[in-house]
């Protein structure tokens, strides 16, 4: 089965760094793509990053390109979110996903597996 685990999350004050790992298991081939998703308080999860596993192709939200990287460890099955210069707009519960779609499309849509989250609240 595929699954997703996420970690890393927790409380941060503004203006200060995290990094969100996503362990990836139960998949067996390297032609998909994972992304990290948002949920801020009321509202609906975003998509913020993604990142194609063979090749390490990458997207982003226009909105976070300047301040998040998302990376790759193909030897550890882990996808990170680094995330600098934290501010409380970034507060949220944060979600890895994956997709069987080789490709970050943009469009934040295909992503049928889902780990449970991770808790990020950023502090003034």
């Known amino acids: 089965d595929v699954r997703l685990v996420e970690s890393g999350g927790g409380s941060v004050q503004a203006g200060g760094s995290l990094k969100l790992s996503c362990l990836v298991s139960?998949?067996?081939?390297?032609?998909?793509?994972v992304a990290w998703f948002r949920r801020p308080p009321g509202k609906q999860y975003e998509g913020i990053s993604c990142i194609a596993w063979d090749d390490g192709a990458t997207a982003y939200r226009d909105s976070v390109k300047d301040r998040f990287t998302i990376s790759r460890d193909k030897a550890k099955n882990t996808v990170h979110l680094q995330i600098l210069n934290v501010k409380a707009e970034d507060t949220a519960m944060y979600a890895c996903?994956?997709?069987?779609?080789?490709?970050?499309?943009?469009?934040?849509?295909?992503?049928?597996?889902w780990g449970q989250g991770t808790q990020v609240t950023v502090s003034a």
């Open positions: 139960g998949i067996l081939f390297d032609a998909y793509s």
């Open positions: 996903a994956a997709s069987f779609r080789s490709r970050c499309s943009g469009t934040w849509t295909g992503f049928g597996y």
